[in-house]
């Protein structure tokens, strides 16, 4: 590798026509622009930073060159190139050698700076009493939802689901029925799931492509079962046991290795209370390890899958209990996976969570949020949580009220 230059400074934008290297003081956001091909952005000595920090963004602004990311020491870690996945953030997990741990997520940026214009909200089922077929689409530009023509054919519409590669995958959470939604062109029945997964919403593994993980949440028998949707090979493969059962928990990845599932409750009956318990999964080691408990213990939330970018799932509202004169939350807190963090947000007001839906979604890191509830009330209210200055801001109303938005399972899809 070549003399490298050091860049300083809160943000960077440059175009660069030999090697360099992003600095780790204050500088997070390089927009970088490589003038010839070949070219290497090199990450800086892991042994100056602390793990988990800082996070550093890197996005090629380029129309013609491609260029390599590389550790401190030259070892590959990725590529940004001009077209897809042209930006990335990076995370340090490890920082014992120069080269350092690095975790990243990337994703793609169009020509004015916003995310693809392809990638959508959709709700997928929602509903035990019926009426939850149809897919709705919310156009966040245009702060608008629309139903899609294309309806399931899944009996009941208790959901559990999971994005794969663009592609939302729905389940029928007291049965075990299982269909794939193809970008609001038709759906296709699946190989049926293994366990009764109510409300179990799955996370995507990027790091396999094309499998999704469920982790807990059975309604007609233990709750520490795990096991992951192969879509190349329409079937399922169990994994290792949760260390305890859990249901209506939640479960995300950081989409380099690890899942995350946590809260929930250790049963699956009427009275039972929540937990706050916390759990990381490790694809390549099939096994799980503790990590920091939530701050609140809760169940039948509504939570946003952590995005590529800032590694964050945030959690909002929820229940102490099933039922039974249960309480409900407006309490709002962010896990940050690299850091093993939990910070308190501003209390959600806006309407009861209780089984509603979250996504993440948008390049101003907000977060979209249909309300939840057992009957009436505000169960159709939308509002987008932005996490930079902690806001909320109403949207319109999901379409499909009836349903009073309960059992939603919330995807960004590629339409």
């Not at 077929?133 to 023509?149: I, L, Q, V, Y």
């Not at 995958?169 to 970008?183: L, S, V």
Request: glycine share 10%.
């Amino acid at each position: 590798m070549g003399t490298q230059a050091e860049i300083f400074g809160g943000s960077d934008e440059q175009t660069f026509g030999s090697n360099i290297k992003v600095h780790h003081k204050r500088a997070w956001v390089h927009v970088l622009t490589a003038s010839t091909s070949g070219l290497e952005v090199s990450l800086p000595d892991a042994t100056r930073i602390s793990p988990g920090y800082p996070i550093i963004q890197i996005v090629n602004a380029g129309a013609t060159n491609d260029f390599d990311i590389v550790d401190a020491d030259g070892g590959a870690v990725t590529t940004l190139t001009i077209t897809t996945d042209n930006v990335a953030t990076f995370a340090l997990i490890d920082n014992s050698t120069t080269a350092g741990e690095w975790k990243f997520g990337k994703w793609t940026l169009n020509s004015t700076g916003a995310p693809a214009a392809t990638i959508f909200p959709w709700t997928l089922g929602g509903s035990d009493s019926g009426g939850g077929r149809t897919p709705f689409k919310f156009d966040f530009t245009a702060n608008t939802w629309s139903a899609s023509s294309n309806l399931s054919t899944l009996a009941s519409t208790t959901a559990g689901g999971a994005r794969i590669e663009g592609d939302g995958y729905i389940t029928n959470g007291f049965a075990k029925d299982h269909e794939a939604f193809d970008a609001d062109t038709a759906w296709s029945v699946k190989t049926d799931q293994q366990y009764n997964r109510d409300t179990c919403q799955g996370a995507e593994q990027a790091t396999t492509e094309d499998r999704a993980y469920y982790i807990g949440t059975n309604t007609s028998g233990s709750g520490d079962l795990s096991d992951y949707y192969d879509k190349s090979g329409d079937s399922f493969t169990d994994v290792s046991d949760l260390p305890e059962q859990k249901h209506y928990n939640f479960v995300t990845s950081d989409l380099a290795g690890y899942l995350y599932t946590g809260c929930g409750s250790s049963s699956y009956a009427s009275t039972q209370n929540a937990n706050d318990t916390v759990y990381r999964y490790d694809v390549s080691g099939d096994s799980f390890a503790s990590r920091t408990a939530a701050g609140v213990a809760a169940l039948l939330f509504a939570y946003a899958i952590a995005d590529s970018a800032t590694k964050n799932v945030v959690k909002y509202g929820g229940r102490n209990k099933t039922s039974s004169s249960p309480t409900n939350f407006d309490d709002v807190e962010r896990y940050n996976l690299s850091s093993d963090t939990w910070t308190t947000r501003s209390d959600f007001t806006g309407g009861t969570t209780h089984s509603g839906a979250a996504t993440h979604i948008d390049e101003n890191e907000r977060s979209y949020i249909v309300c939840g509830t057992y009957s009436g009330g505000d169960g159709d209210s939308v509002f987008y949580h932005t996490d930079l200055s902690d806001t909320y801001t109403s949207q319109q109303d999901h379409s499909n009220s009836s349903n009073n938005g309960r059992f939603h399972v919330m995807l960004p899809l590629t339409t």
